[in-house]
């Protein structure tokens, strides 16, 4: 697929400096050091600099406050080049994230009373849908999925390949679940009886809301009893964990190999950064920022949504302190060296 640069330009009511001379067709995105004369960049970061002045893309997409001095390449200038690319990819790339034709491939098994519209849907290969499940309109399920029974999917939503959904969950508008996630899985629960660890039977399900996106390998275990609720908008990265009975809230984001124990609540608008673990039965306010292999040991005051609050270390506490924390030991060579150099003196006096 192609797009022309002016119907770009149109789209994002964007002013253009150094206008190109000619039509230029738009075949594909890049980065400034990797685009060649039909494909499209985007510049955010003052590090590229160079590479925006020397970039062979066909155009560029700047911010609107850009002011440096760039005469080659015709800059297009939006509120935010990076958004703006995202929706340049979403135009050029729309058929290959619909891969699937509409309708039910003949190796799918589809299980009576299944409520499903083949007209408007895709059911890829070998895929298997349970008995009373809903699959909204306009929704993907692609090769090699499993959704149980009793669960609900609602419209536009896509599973890639080998997702597994057990039953009884309920999936809203719009969610996206990458390939090899499995939602509603039993959470890790043993009781010890002085023998033998005896499995605690879990009979609850998962909702999520709508807007969701679940990145590849994310297990999201059901409640024991109840509910686990994965609030609206909120993103998953790969490899995220998340116990039964954890309460989410909207906007939060989780990257990648984080985990949060069972019963947690986790407010509106928190990040987890990567390798993040978070113990049982604790609450994460909102607006709070846990930056990378943050291990949080017990309940976290949130901050406002100007002010987040930001915690580390382990176990987790007020970023700045901790950092401190960090610090001080490093300190400690040159302490006892000075320490022994004030002692030798005095045994000299």
């Excluded at 083949?118 to 849908?129: D, L």
């Excluded at 005896?198 to 275990?221: L, P, R, S």
């Amino acid at each position: 697929m192609q797009i022309k640069l002016c119907d770009i330009i149109d789209k994002l009511g964007a002013e253009v400096i150094n206008p190109a001379q000619e039509e230029i067709r738009i075949k594909g995105l890049a980065s400034l050091s990797e685009a060649g004369p039909d494909e499209l960049s985007f510049y955010h970061d003052g590090r590229y600099l160079n590479d925006l002045k020397s970039t062979n893309a066909a155009a560029v997409l700047v911010s609107s406050e850009f002011d440096e001095e760039v005469i080659h390449v015709p800059l297009i200038k939006v509120k935010s080049p990076s958004i703006a690319f995202n929706e340049v990819a979403k135009d050029l790339y729309s058929k290959e994230s619909g891969a699937y034709d509409k309708g039910i491939h003949p190796s799918a098994v589809i299980a009576e009373n299944v409520r499903i519209d083949p007209a408007t849907v895709s059911v890829g290969p070998n895929a298997v849908i349970g008995a009373g499940t809903t699959i909204g309109e306009g929704t993907t399920i692609s090769a090699g999925v499993i959704i149980g029974s009793d669960v609900e999917v609602g419209e536009n939503g896509y599973f890639y390949p080998n997702v597994v959904v057990y039953d009884r969950s309920r999936i809203g508008k719009r969610v996206i679940v990458h390939g090899g996630s499995i939602i509603g899985s039993d959470g890790f629960g043993f009781e010890f009886d002085g023998s033998v660890h005896q499995k605690i039977e879990h009979f609850g399900y998962v909702i999520i809301e709508d807007d969701v996106e679940i990145g590849a390998n994310c297990t999201i275990d059901r409640g024991r009893f109840g509910k686990t609720l994965i609030g609206r908008g909120s993103k998953f990265d790969n490899l995220v964990q998340v116990g039964h009975n954890v309460i989410i809230g909207k906007n939060c984001i989780f990257v990648a190999d984080t985990a949060i124990g069972g019963s947690c609540k986790i407010g509106d608008n928190v990040t987890m950064a990567a390798q993040v673990g978070v113990a049982g039965h604790i609450e994460i306010g909102s607006n709070t920022v846990l930056v990378a292999r943050t291990g949080a040991t017990k309940s976290l005051a949130g901050g406002e949504p100007a002010k987040p609050a930001f915690y580390s270390g382990f176990p987790a506490g007020p970023i700045e302190r901790v950092r401190k924390e960090m610090v001080f030991p490093r300190r400690l060579p040159n302490i006892l060296s000075r320490l022994k150099s004030i002692e030798d003196q005095l045994s000299a006096e």
